[in-house]
Nanobody
Framework: QLVESGGGSVQTGGSLRLTCVAS????????MGWFRQAPGKEREGVSW???????DHAGPVKGRFTISRDNAKATLYLQMDNLKPEDTAMYYC??????????????????WGQGTQVTVS
């Protein structure tokens, strides 16, 4: 129901744009977000968007990452600029209802993608 793409390997300071295409029931999800998980660490929230435009970003990525969505294309984006080695992780797209963007924990989201790897060196 959610398929991510756009990950890859970049050097410090580089940019990547992640894409998540929704299908089925996930298409109408009110809240969508990006999470990441590095080896040996818990999954953490990165960015969230409620409705069409109300968005927020976690402290470590604020000012560097931008989340957006195109409802006509059922697609979520994450523009990542000025990447740092600590951004290295598997990035996951997630979708849920209104409560998902309120609490923003992984357990609050219903739909998940398979992940796309981002490596910054």
């Amino acid at each position: 129901q959610l398929v991510e793409s756009g990950g890859g390997s970049v050097q410090t300071g580089g940019s990547l744009r992640l894409t998540c295409v929704a299908s089925g029931a996930a298409v109408t999800s009110y809240c969508m977000g990006w999470f990441r998980q590095a080896p040996g660490k818990e999954r953490e929230g990165v960015s969230w968007i409620a409705g069409s435009s109300r968005n927020d970003h976690a402290g470590p990525v604020k000012g560097r990452f931008t989340i957006s969505r195109d409802n006509a294309k059922a697609t979520l984006y994450l523009q990542m600029d000025n990447l740092k080695p600590e951004d290295t992780a598997m990035y996951y797209c997630a979708a849920g209802g209104m409560g998902s963007c309120l609490f923003r924990k992984p357990s609050d989201f219903t739909y998940w993608g398979q992940g796309t790897q981002v490596t910054v060196s």
